[in-house]
């Protein structure tokens, strides 16, 4: 699952690099959880929590179901 996960942000990567920003997978629990580190412009945009739900988790959910929801840490 971790490496479904990881070719989803991989896809939507080139959209943060191009704002200046990036993001890290840290860790995708056994509850289905992706955990998440933005950096760069990310990590202190305001918008970065629009950003995690309209962009990466909705990315990642449509390549892995199974995830329930991603988090920033």
């Known amino acids: 699952m971790k490496e479904k996960v ?4 991989n896809e ?3 959209q943060l ?3 200046g920003g990036d993001i890290e997978l840290i860790e995708v629990t056994k509850d289905g959880i992706v955990k ?3 950096v760069g412009a990310c990590s ?5 929590q629009m950003t995690l ?7 990642i959910k449509a390549r892995v179901p ?4 991603v988090e920033a840490v």
């Open 53 to 59: 739900q309209l962009g990466v988790e909705r990315a």
């Open 66 to 69: 199974a995830i329930k929801g």
């Open 36 to 38: 998440v580190r933005l």
């Open 6 to 9: 990881q070719e989803a942000l």
């Open 12 to 14: 939507i990567r080139p």
């Open 44 to 48: 202190g945009c305001p918008g970065a």
């Open 17 to 19: 690099q191009a704002d």
